[in-house]
């Protein structure tokens, strides 16, 4: 009877720290986003008479196998607002017809360049390369870096520059609307979103006195001077998730970044299919446990708990009240404290589904599968950790041998 209700009271802690946990997820969450700056809060350098005055733009666009997304992308290049820039497209070795099309654009527009970025030299992530590629033709003094499958607002290159010189910044990304192409997305995105929303929230990332820094790869703009000093590409040249670790290094050498909402200016592409989401979600993890094993296997852990365990409790409370005479009231109360925490999580996930991704709030109904997904594909991420060629990301595989910087 004593274990039973020593039980009990385990449960009651355990589930009363995953609902605070909660509390605290779902309030600073509300809080970001009221709080967060957004692009448009910005003039817009239409007003502007001098157009000497605006610095020439490179936007870097490395491409593979995009022959899907590439034409939308560059579309809504050619139609920026903004008068002085260049695009140097960098064909990423692609077997299909993205180098046609990249061709068939440069032939109707003087200010796009197209490169093959050749043969990848060891130790190099072949979107790196194609990024540094880029940057060695390009002639601009800020970059503008973006990937093949996301769509700009005619507006966004103005504000953008218009934000990064007004606030004297040095670095300046968006958080695009991720567009969600299937019902694995759609589920477990919002979830995964809300757990990391904490940590990655603007206000932390904006704030000079906090570690955390980094890049959406499907936006973000750099003065050349500041992205050689960090050690352009080269520095992040054996990094899966380069944006993230760009952005670290350019927080950690003391170079003012701003991360801003720009839901309504930029759309991209965070996973194709279950595969890219399930690859996604491994591409996460695993620079993590190679850059630190034990927090690594604790945020796994952690993610059970706050995920999961809210759930699989509510098939425990109906066996442990069988099995003891514990008094109702203690019964009625951990199981009002886990109903919350549940509630909390949909609610969370519903919110993040209907005013961030643009989608039906009732994909929040998936949250158990949702955390299913995200707990499986972190668990086999550290169980494969060692395996040649974990991920498979844009038709190639990678073996992870040198610490990197996750975006999570």
């Keep these: 009877m004593n274990v039973i209700i020593e039980s009990y009271f385990f449960i009651l802690i355990l589930i009363s720290t995953i609902f605070i946990a909660w509390v605290y997820f779902f309030l600073y969450m509300l809080r970001s986003l009221k709080k967060s700056p957004k692009l448009e809060s910005f003039n817009h350098l239409q007003n502007r008479t001098n157009d000497n005055y605006l610095p020439k733009v490179s936007v870097i666009l490395p491409a593979r196998n995009e022959e899907k997304y590439i034409s939308k992308c560059l579309d809504s290049l ?24 990249m061709y068939k654009y440069q032939n109707k527009s003087s200010i796009l360049t ?11 992530i072949g979107k790196n390369w194609a990024c540094h590629q880029g940057y060695l033709r390009a002639n601009g003094e800020i970059f503008l870096f973006t990937d093949a499958d996301t769509i700009h607002s005619p507006s966004v290159l103005s504000l953008a520059i218009e934000h990064l010189i007004e606030q004297k910044l040095d670095a300046l990304t968006v958080i695009p609307r991720l567009l969600c192409q299937d019902i694995w997305t759609k589920i477990t995105l919002p979830v995964i979103w809300s757990i990391s929303y904490v940590k990655y929230s603007p206000l932390r990332a904006n704030n000079p006195k906090a570690t955390t820094g980094y890049f959406f790869g499907s936006f973000y703009v750099i003065f050349r001077k500041v992205y050689e000093a960090v050690g352009t590409h080269e520095a992040v040249k054996s990094e899966i998730v380069e944006d993230g670790a760009l952005g670290g290094i350019v927080k950690k050498a003391k170079f003012n970044l701003r991360v801003v909402r720009g839901e309504h200016y930029v759309e991209a592409v965070w996973a194709r299919d279950f595969s ?13 446990y190679h850059q630190d094993r034990i927090n690594a296997s604790l945020t796994t852990i952690a993610t059970f708990f706050l995920l999961l365990i809210p759930f699989i409790s509510l098939f425990i409370f109906p066996f442990l009240s069988i099995m003891s005479n514990f008094n109702t009231s203690g019964k009625d109360i951990l199981l009002l404290v886990n109903l919350n925490t549940i509630a909390l999580i949909g609610l969370s996930s519903a919110i993040q589904s209907k005013y961030i991704l643009f989608n039906s709030s009732l994909y929040s109904l998936a949250s158990p599968i949702a955390g299913t997904i995200i707990c499986l594909a972190f668990l086999s991420s ?15 595989g990678y073996t992870i041998n040198t610490s990197q910087h996750p975006l999570l």
């Design 78 to 101: 050619f139609e920026q607002d903004y008068p002085n820039f260049e695009i140097i497209a960098v064909n990423d070795s692609s077997s299909d017809k993205t180098a046609e099309i």
């Design 114 to 124: 197209v490169l093959n970025a050749g043969f990848k030299p060891a130790g190099w």
């Design 276 to 288: 890219t989401l399930w690859h996604g979600l491994r591409r996460l993890m695993i620079p993590l």
């Design 382 to 396: 550290i169980i494969d950790a060692k395996k040649k060629e974990i991920i498979r990301w844009r038709g190639r």
